[in-house]
């Protein structure tokens, strides 16, 4: 995918989702820039290693407030829907990046770009 809001000039995306979000993303006014977290950075957890998709940082369109988002981007956000596993290593990302962030890094999983832009401004 060709983007101008990425790191890079190109997108290789890994499902139907995040190319749905990241064309999103490149749309969304508030997102400055983004870049897909390449799978070797990886978090250890008790469950196995987990590699989250996506960095994004935004402005508010006020200019009132940047934020670094960190998102795991996936076709259902109801806990109901994901693998044990899955669901287990991103409750330690949430809790691992609340931590070594001391709260400035958000965490969030991201169906689409409602759910991106929830996550990022919410507080």
Same mark, same amino acid.
């Given at each position: 995918?060709?983007?101008?809001? !990425?790191?890079?000039?190109?997108?290789? =995306?890994?499902?139907?989702?995040?190319?749905?979000? #990241?064309?999103?993303?490149?749309?969304?006014?508030?997102?400055?820039? =983004?870049?897909?977290?390449?799978?070797?950075?990886?978090? *250890?957890?008790?469950?196995?290693?987990?590699?989250?998709?996506? /960095?994004?940082? #935004?402005?508010?369109?006020?200019? *009132?407030?940047?934020?670094?988002?960190? /998102?795991?981007?996936?076709?259902?956000?109801?806990?109901?829907?994901?693998?044990?596993?899955? @669901? /287990?290593?991103?409750?330690? #990302?949430?809790?691992?990046? /609340?931590?070594?962030? @001391?709260?400035?890094?958000? =965490?969030?999983? #991201? *169906?689409?770009? @409602?759910?991106?832009?929830? !996550?990022?401004?919410?507080?």
């Amino acid at each position: 995918l060709e983007v101008s809001k !990425n790191v890079y000039d190109g997108l290789k =995306y890994d499902s139907k989702v995040e190319k749905q979000l #990241a064309e999103a993303m490149e749309r969304d006014s508030e997102i400055e820039t =983004y870049a897909k977290i390449p799978t070797s950075f990886k978090i *250890t957890t008790p469950v196995g290693n987990y590699s989250p998709d996506w /960095a994004v940082i #935004a402005k508010k369109t006020d200019g *009132t407030r940047k934020v670094f988002f960190i /998102a795991e981007s996936k076709g259902s956000d109801e806990e109901k829907d994901l693998k044990g596993v899955e @669901n /287990a290593k991103i409750t330690c #990302a949430r809790q691992h990046f /609340a931590v070594v962030s @001391n709260g400035r890094v958000k =965490y969030g999983v #991201a *169906t689409d770009i @409602n759910d991106l832009r929830l !996550n990022l401004f919410s507080d």
